[in-house]
């Protein structure tokens, strides 16, 4: 079983829908995809159609096989949760107390139910990017080609050197670009940069940014489903291509 991270410095850059999506297309490939939400916007099922009115999730019933839903694109889920401010403050306390409780509670899961577990993450330093680096095998960190995200770089990944430093069964991470412009001079500049100075880490593929994304999530539902031939759902099965050999290397 893998447990792949997103993570970013800098919010908004698209951790939760690329989380989501590549879930959905590793499914397709026949993969047994498990994606948690590790974040109180609660957002990720926004992307998957579920009962607004639902409050379940991880922050109530923990990481187990009865807090798993089922979603009708093919992955199962689940979600962080409805809670209020005070009942959040004591989470993040008890998390701050276990930071293996995200890793425990997906090893507590009945060995081999999964290939994929996909974890999705606030931005910047929180208590949620210890837990899923505490339990990732790889970190993908989402960036924008822009002046902004390649700033946040040096302190997320000196974040992941500090938080898995012990960890022998941590692979390393690697970047991918999100919302690449097609004509767009300085997001070229910033995507040469990222190739010479993190060459080896670099997914040899970016997403393209493309409407169809938030149309989506307007209609509830992934890109992948919802336009799958467009250009960045494309890019996403690509990913997905090449996390399936880069695991085979
Ligand atoms: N490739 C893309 N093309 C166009 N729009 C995109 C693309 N990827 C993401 N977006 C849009 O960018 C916005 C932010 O995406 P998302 O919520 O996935 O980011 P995030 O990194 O999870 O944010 P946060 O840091 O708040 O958790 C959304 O409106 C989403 O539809
Ligand atoms: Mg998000």
Known sequence: MQVLAFISGKGGVGKTTLAVNVAVALAQRKQRVLLIDLDPQNAQRLHLGMNPDEIAGLTREGISHSSIFDSPFGIQFIPFGRISEAELEEFEAELK??????????????????????????????????????????????????????????????????????????????????????????????RTALYTNYADQLVPVAIHKDPRVSQALGFERPVLQYEPGCKASLDIQSVADWLLDSMEQ
Request: charged residues 15%.
């Open 97 to 190: 107390k276990h930071p293996s409780w995200v890793a425990d509670g997906i090893n507590s899961l009945t060995t081999d139910s999964f290939d994929f577990v996909i974890l999705d993450t606030p931005p910047g330093p929180t208590v949620y990017l210890q837990q899923a680096l505490e339990a990732a095998n790889r970190a993908l960190v989402v960036v924008l080609a822009d002046a902004a995200s390649y700033a946040t770089l040096p302190k997320i990944t000196s974040l992941v050197s500090q938080y898995t430093a012990e960890r022998t069964d941590f692979a390393g991470i690697n970047l991918l670009i999100n919302q690449m412009p097609i004509h767009n001079k300085l997001g070229h500049q910033v």
